[in-house]
């Protein structure tokens, strides 16, 4: 996955906590690709917090109760900043014909 290249996902602090007294029980989040949700009789879990992608915030911007958030993306920039990520990750991308390798 470009996205991490290689580094442990597990180490990664993204994923989508729900404040349930929030929650309109819309299931709007059930459409998540990845289905890091699962509807309970209470409203959605998460139950599969790894398989979020990382830096993705789709199903908290479509939530109509405002009830998903996620860390604080500064959070995730320092991440990738520390492990050297971004260059990691423009490397692969290059390798994989996902850029022009002339561009930086």
């Known amino acids: 996955m470009a ?6 996902r597990e180490k990664i602090n993204w ?3 729900i ?9 709007m989040c059930m459409n998540c690709g990845k ?7 209470e ?3 998460v139950s599969k917090p790894l ?5 993705c915030t789709t199903c908290a911007n479509l939530c109509k109760g ?5 860390p604080d993306k500064n959070e995730l920039r320092a991440s990738y900043k520390k492990e050297h990520l971004w260059a990691k990750v423009t490397k692969q991308m290059k390798a994989e014909g996902k850029l022009n390798p002339t561009n930086p």
Not at 3 to 8: A, F, G, Q, V
Not at 35 to 41: A, H
Not at 51 to 55: H, I, K, S, T
């Open 3 to 8: 996205w991490l290249t290689d580094y442990p």
């Open 15 to 17: 994923f989508p906590t």
């Open 19 to 27: 404040d349930l007294s929030k929650c309109f029980k819309c299931g």
């Open 35 to 41: 289905q890091v949700y699962t509807w309970t009789k």
């Open 43 to 45: 409203g959605p879990v």
């Open 51 to 55: 398989a979020c992608v990382v830096g």
């Open 66 to 70: 405002e009830a998903i958030s996620f």
